[in-house]
């Protein structure tokens, strides 16, 4: 059986709830913490990411999945990627022409998620969104209900740091879900999400307090 290799030293480790972006010495030493299985499917998804960093507006090197779709509808959209970001297999980011998504550093983006902004998805550092969540800033028709004006066809969606979507979620638009959150297993959020709170169903309403959660 091969041996745990030692813990690193911790002096530039990220610690819980910072935004600063962590340095690339750590995420080498944590390359070599993980066990040859798993480096060997990490290294694929950095190279995919290097060969595809032409998509994304910032130059910060993405772990890609297979078969990530990437679209952008104008010149004017932006995709911004924090350090050690992580992007599954078959997720689908759709930028707006003037759209923008925002992915804050090491936060996973679990396979089969679409995120599609037509103004503004900003998701914080140090998240997890689970598989096959739905995550969009415009229901993309316009609509009337009777006795009332145009409906809002879109808003900004903003999901800050720590936060924790699990599968089959489905985030909606001008939502703003806040830090170290949890957002159950099939949600549907419609309205806001206050800091350190669980919330589940359909619509998603409040059920506990979060005092911490781990990856």
Sequence with gaps: MQKDRPMPEQQDSPGRGEEAQPSLGYFWRRFWELSPDFRRWIVPGVIRGVLRMHQFTSKEIVFLGKHVQIIHRGSKGRLVTGRGCRIADNCFLDVGGRGLISIGARTVIGPSTRIMASTSVQ????????WNCSIFDSIGH?????????SEIEAP?????????????????????????????GSVIRRDVPPDTLVYGNPARPVGKVDRWER
Excluded at 123 to 130: E, V
Excluded at 162 to 182: A, H, L, R
Aim: charged share 15%.
């Design 157 to 185: 969606i903003t999901i800050g740091d720590e936060v924790w979507i699990g599968p089959y979620s489905i985030i909606m638009k001008g939502v703003t879900i806040g830090n170290n959150s949890i957002v159950g297993a």
């Design 123 to 130: 998701i914080g550092a140090c998240c997890m969104i689970s």
């Design 142 to 150: 316009r609509m009337w209900l009777e006795g009332q004006e145009e």
